[in-house]
């Protein structure tokens, strides 16, 4: 695949990690980033460093978030917004998108600042 470079000489290393992105495994995962508002600056970024394909899908094959990928590990924690179904980071959000055991909805007070 070839990328166009519009951005200067200083991007070819995201121009080049982007032709390299395998689109066979990966082309659905940045047709789903581009569709949920994600910047192609982001996805240049999220393919060179391999975030991109780290990012787990749900049960009906969407991206989840980019905190979902530490999951496995047990390294994540969990997204409070959405599990209340209110999350407007969607793949973003640097919390973790899958129900934990005992995981239950939590009141979300206002700061004291207001």
């Known amino acids: 695949a070839h990328f166009k470079d519009r951005r200067g000489p200083g991007c070819s290393m995201?121009?080049?990690?982007?032709?390299?992105?395998?689109m066979s495994n990966g082309g659905d995962r940045l047709e789903q980033a581009r569709a949920m508002g994600v910047s192609q600056a982001q996805i240049d970024q999220w393919i060179s460093d391999g975030v991109l394909e780290s990012i787990p899908l749900d049960q009906d094959g969407r991206l989840t978030s980019?905190?979902?990928?530490?999951?496995?590990d047990g390294a994540c924690l969990p997204c409070i917004f959405w599990f209340r179904g209110e999350c407007n980071k969607g793949v973003r959000c640097e919390h973790c998108h899958v129900v934990h055991p005992g995981q239950t909805r939590k009141r979300i007070r206002p700061s004291k600042a207001t």
Not at 14 to 22: G, H, K, L, T, Y
Request: hydrophobic share 50%; aromatic share 6%; glycine share 6%.
């Open 14 to 22: 995201a121009v080049e990690a982007r032709a390299n992105f395998d």
């Open 66 to 72: 980019v905190g979902t990928a530490r999951h496995a």
